[in-house]
């Protein structure tokens, strides 16, 4: 049985997020990923395989290595639900924004 992790746990880690940013670049493997973090191989691996049960990468075999790439579809879909609370703060800002006017408006007929 496939353990399916929830998306959003994942990127909440830094080190995961570190490196979905290494990954934007180009396919690596563990050991060229793990080379950028102060920590051991096998926790770069944790990390990877947490990353890739929620389906943000995708795994590669090429001879003895394997490669992993990121899943530019998955983080679309991460970035619509985003999306959906970004018009709702990008509105509130609006709001503000035009309450302020508003009252420097007011402050300065006075």
Same mark, same amino acid.
């Not at 080379?35 to 090429?62: G, M, P, V, W, Y």
């Given at each position: ?14 080190? #995961? #997020?570190? %490196?979905?940013?290494? /990954? ?19 926790? %770069? ?20 290595? %394997? ?32 309450? /302020?006017?508003? /009252? ?5 007929? /006075?």
């Amino acid at each position: 049985m496939e353990i399916r992790r929830d998306v959003f746990q994942a990127i909440a880690d830094p080190t #995961r #997020r570190a %490196i979905i940013v290494l /990954l934007t670049m180009g396919a690596m493997t563990p050991n060229a990923l793990a080379e950028h973090f102060d920590t051991s191989r096998q926790a %770069i691996s944790k990390h990877l395989k947490i990353l890739t049960e929620c389906e943000l990468l995708t795994q590669n075999q090429q001879g003895r290595e %394997i490669y992993y790439h990121l899943d530019i579809d998955k983080m679309k879909e991460v970035d619509q639900w985003i999306d959906q609370f970004r018009k709702i703060w990008e509105s509130r800002f609006d709001q503000l924004d035009q309450l /302020l006017i508003n /009252l420097t408006s007011k402050k300065h007929d /006075l």
